[in-house]
Every structure is written in structure tokens, then in C-alpha cells.
């Protein structure tokens, strides 16, 4: 740098060295301009994310209050539900078991209870069927009542007898 009159001036380079670095320096002013003006883009960025971070944080804080509240309604009902579940199914079965004994019953009736009854009955039938041929109808109301009791006695005798075996 010469000065000439007071006055500051620069000399034109004398050498291309001179010369680039003086392009270098106008280059660096440039890029630090540049630099400088994006400052405020990252700052409002930097802004923008802490906020973005806050909120982020508040939905977390709402979302793990409302996930509680799930957690609690559901340690509310299902058990309610599993109970109605568990009531629903052992009414079905036990209407199924019914069904089946009723089944397993009838089914008894018809093999054992049904033939013997008849066996048992078959002799009674004879005996009416000949004190009608020889007394005639005076004694027929006094032989159902005497039929119906032996038969009543015989079934009592012989439902005892079945249950006491199994």
C-alpha cells in the first residue's frame, strides 16, 4: 500500500502471485457474506427444531397419558368379559351334559328298564286276563288296584336294586 497525497490507495499488483491473492481475499469476503447471511437461516432453523422437539415431547407425554387410560379401562373390562365368557360357556355345557344325560337315560329306559317291566308285567297280565275268565267283571276293579300296587312295588324294588349296583 503507497500512499500518495494523504490519500490511501492501493497499487495495481505487480506479480500474478499478488494478483491471486488479492482474488483469494475477494473470494473469502464473498464466502463470509455468505456465511454471515445464512446465520440467521440457522438460527431460526435451530428454533424451529428445539420447538419441534418440545412438541414432540408433549404428543409422548399425551400419548403415554392416553395409553394408561387404555391400559386401565382394559384392567376394567376384561375381566368383566372373561367372566361373561366363562358363565356363557359352562351354561352351554351344562345344558350339553343335560341333554346328554337325558339322552343317556331314555336310552337306559328303552334297553333295560322297558323289557324288564314287561317281563315283569307279562305274568300280571296273564293272571287278570284268567281271574276275568273265571270271576267275570265283579273283580276286575279290585285286581287293577292289587296289579298296580305289585308293579309300583316290583319298580321300587328293582330301581333300588339297579341303583345300588352302580
Known amino acids: 500500500m503507497r500512499c500518495h497525497g494523504g490519500e ?5 499488483p505487480d506479480t500474478a502471485r499478488e494478483a491471486f491473492f488479492i482474488e483469494a481475499l475477494g473470494e473469502m469476503a ?45 384392567n376394567v373390562v376384561a375381566p368383566k368379559y372373561i367372566a361373561h365368557r366363562v358363565h ?18 331314555q336310552t337306559l329306559f328303552r334297553t333295560e328298564i322297558g323289557p324288564a317291566l314287561e317281563r315283569m308285567a307279562r305274568p300280571l297280565q296273564l293272571l287278570v286276563a284268567d281271574l276275568r275268565r273265571r270271576c267275570g267283571n265283579r273283580w276286575e276293579s279290585a285286581l287293577n288296584h292289587a296289579a298296580t ?5 316290583s319298580l321300587t324294588w328293582w330301581l333300588a336294586e339297579l341303583a345300588h349296583r352302580h
Request: hydrophobic letters at 50%; proline letters at 3%.
Open 30 to 74: 464473498e464466502l463470509i457474506a455468505r456465511i454471515e447471511a445464512c446465520a440467521p437461516a440457522l438460527e431460526a432453523s435451530q428454533r424451529q427444531l428445539i420447538q419441534g422437539c418440545k412438541d414432540l415431547a408433549q404428543q409422548a407425554s399425551d400419548l403415554e397419558r392416553r395409553t394408561a387410560a387404555v391400559i386401565e379401562r382394559i
Open 149 to 153: 300296587a305289585a308293579v309300583a312295588s
Open 8 to 12: 490511501r490507495r492501493m497499487n495495481p
Open 88 to 105: 356363557e360357556a359352562s351354561r352351554v355345557a351344562a345344558e350339553a351334559q343335560v341333554r346328554a344325560m337325558e339322552a343317556a337315560a
